[in-house]
Nanobody, 125 residues
């Protein structure tokens, strides 16, 4: 199973980016996918997660109202993270993660066994 994250880049504060994460190497349907990020010198932080059905979505407090996680309804193995009104504190490496097992806590990185390589997001002030 491989996850490929893309869409990172340099953007000014107030701008938008859309990240994408594609799962390959399996015909199984994933149960949950998430985005985490890690800023320089800081621990990895939960950003957003969703169940594959799309009926459950979760967001970190710092991104609520600005970020949105969604799934490609045709290519169900692809998940997006739409990031609006970006702030310098959103800078970091963004990682997508996926797992095939259900969970009661979508915000814990220990609940995900498959990880992408990360994509860098830099927000300038």
């Amino acid at each position: 199973v491989q996850l490929q994250a893309s869409g990172g880049g340099l953007v000014q504060a107030g701008g938008s980016l859309r990240l994408a994460c594609a799962v390959s190497g399996t015909t199984s349907i994933w149960n949950k996918m998430a985005w985490f990020r890690q800023a320089p010198g800081k621990e990895r932080e939960f950003v957003a997660a969703m169940r594959w059905r799309g009926d459950r979505k979760y967001y970190g407090d710092s991104v609520k109202g600005r970020f949105a996680i969604s799934r490609n309804h045709i290519v169900k193995s692809t998940v997006y993270l739409q990031m609006n009104n970006l702030k310098p504190e959103d800078t970091g490496v963004y990682y997508c993660a996926a797992d095939f097992e259900s969970t009661v806590d979508y915000t814990q990185d220990s609940e995900y066994n498959y990880w992408g390589q990360g994509t860098l997001v830099t927000v300038s002030s």
